[in-house]
């Protein structure tokens, strides 16, 4: 069992992983053996720091994955930097804009479909070559529980996330015989840096909290396992889903 999350030799590449749910899964897959590859718009230095204290090997490629040019180049990178590439975790994203549809501006709706569907697109169209490349892989794109529900007040974000989903599926099915695997995980309400604003208000807090069954919310650590497992060879025949992760929040 323990030789099946062993990721040593193998190559990660993460979107991201400047803190949150990616920096818990950068830390992970270094403390299994991985050679990880951080990506994003900010300095991944303090997750590098941790990579290095869990004496693991890292990089970090600076790019934004609505630009085809650098998501080309963080992929490109990454094979010259290591040779190869076994797992992407499509991390990056944008939490929503909270107002009705008719408040919505373009801009907003731009936005949010550029980093968290058109992101996740681009990832993938570079990162299944190199895979193939190499006779399979496993992607793993983070969505979130609005990938299989909706909620009102953020239908740009809805949109996004559900459309990830069915991008992914499709990606699957066309890769499933390559042995290129691809899902989804959709996670409840996080505590990350990110999110840290919508808990400053103990009664928003309680009210996030009373989504799920156990009523609290999720630390970036419990999120990460699913990644891990669907990133080993214990998934592999899984590929094509989405992923709950959060705690019964969509079992009702």
């Known amino acids: 069992m323990k030789q099946l999350f ?5 190559v990660v590449l993460i979107t991201g992983a400047r803190s949150g749910i990616g920096q818990a899964a950068a830390v992970a897959f270094a403390e299994q053996g991985a ?3 951080l990506a994003g718009r900010s300095n991944c230095d303090e997750t590098l720091a941790r990579i290095k204290d869990a004496g693991g090997e890292g990089i970090f490629i600076q790019g934004d994955v609505s630009v085809a040019a650098d998501v080309q ?3 490109n990178t990454t094979v010259k930097t290591y040779g190869r590439l076994d797992v992407a975790f499509n991390n990056s994203g944008l939490l929503p804009v909270t107002a009705n549809i008719v408040d919505q501006t373009e801009e907003d709706f731009d936005k949010i479909i550029d980093v968290d569907l058109k992101g996740v697109f ?6 299944i070559p190199e895979m193939l490349k190499q006779g399979g892989g496993s992607i793993i794109n983070n969505g979130s529980v609005v990938s299989l529900v909706a909620d009102p007040g953020m239908a740009p974000y809805v949109a996004a996330k559900h459309g990830a989903a069915g991008l992914s599926k499709a990606a699957a099915l066309e890769y499933a015989k390559d042995n290129v695997r691809i899902n989804v995980i ?6 990350t840096e990110m999110t840290a604003p919508w808990m400053v208000d103990p009664a928003v ?3 996030i909290k009373s989504f ?4 609290r919310i999720a630390t ?17 025949f899984m590929t094509g889903a989405v992923y709950s992760v959060d705690a019964g929040q969509t079992a009702h």
Do not use: R
């Open 220 to 236: 970036p650590e419990e999120i990460v396992g699913i990644v891990l497992f669907l990133a080993s060879p214990m998934a592999s």
């Open 73 to 75: 180049n963080i992929v």
């Open 6 to 10: 062993d990721f040593t030799g193998k």
């Open 205 to 207: 807090e309680e009210v």
């Open 212 to 215: 799920n069954a156990a009523n």
């Open 122 to 127: 681009l990832c993938m169209k570079y990162e």
């Open 35 to 37: 050679k990880v590859v």
């Open 186 to 191: 959709a996670p409840g309400f996080t505590a």
